[in-house]
């Protein structure tokens, strides 16, 4: 289960659209870019272009489904904001992939799909990890980067652990 932001716990909202909005608008620019893949009501979709104000995604299987979404409520379709079956998803084909996304984007994800099964960011977790770690729950692995001197911190900022979604 996602846990969802800006909502009570009987899911309703607990700030106005406006406000999720403002408040969501940098996270969903780097969420939403190219060249990534995602799902959406289980359909797998390519970030095609930005159409003035507006995030095309084009699906990929030879259809030619589009989806637009408008650049400042994009943030409502991030997948611990959007409604339950509202989400999109991002997709990557294996972990390599998404290593590189974290360390460029300087973003990480609550949950994503690698390849076709869905993980969940543990937020529960707590801990390094000096390599990529791999059970049959889920993985950690560390992304590097530059911005803590102390090495120890490092890890502890830039380590993740995704579990399988269980309840899917």
């Given at each position: 289960m996602i846990n969802k932001r800006f909502r009570d716990r009987n899911g309703k909202l607990t700030k106005s659209i406006s406000e999720i909005n403002k408040e969501t608008l940098e996270e969903s620019k780097k969420y939403f870019s190219m060249p990534n893949y995602y799902i959406y009501?289980?359909?797998e979709y390519i970030y095609y272009k930005n159409v003035g104000n507006a995030i095309c995604l084009v699906s990929t299987d030879c259809k030619g489904k589009e989806i637009y979404i408008p650049l400042e409520?994009?943030?409502q379709f991030l997948p611990d904001v959007a409604s339950v079956?509202?989400?999109i998803f991002l997709k990557f084909d294996d972990l390599n992939h998404v290593e590189k996304y974290i360390k460029e984007r300087k973003y990480f994800p609550c949950c994503?799909?690698?390849g076709n099964e869905l993980f969940l960011q543990n937020q529960s977790y707590k801990g390094t990890?000096?390599?990529l770690y791999t059970n049959e729950h889920g993985y950690t692995f560390k992304c590097s980067s530059d911005i803590y001197e102390d090495e120890e911190e490092q890890y502890k900022v830039n380590?993740?652990?995704f579990l399988k979604n269980q309840n899917l």
């Open positions: 009501q289980g359909v409520s994009s943030g079956g509202m989400e994503l799909y690698i990890c000096n390599e380590s993740y652990n």
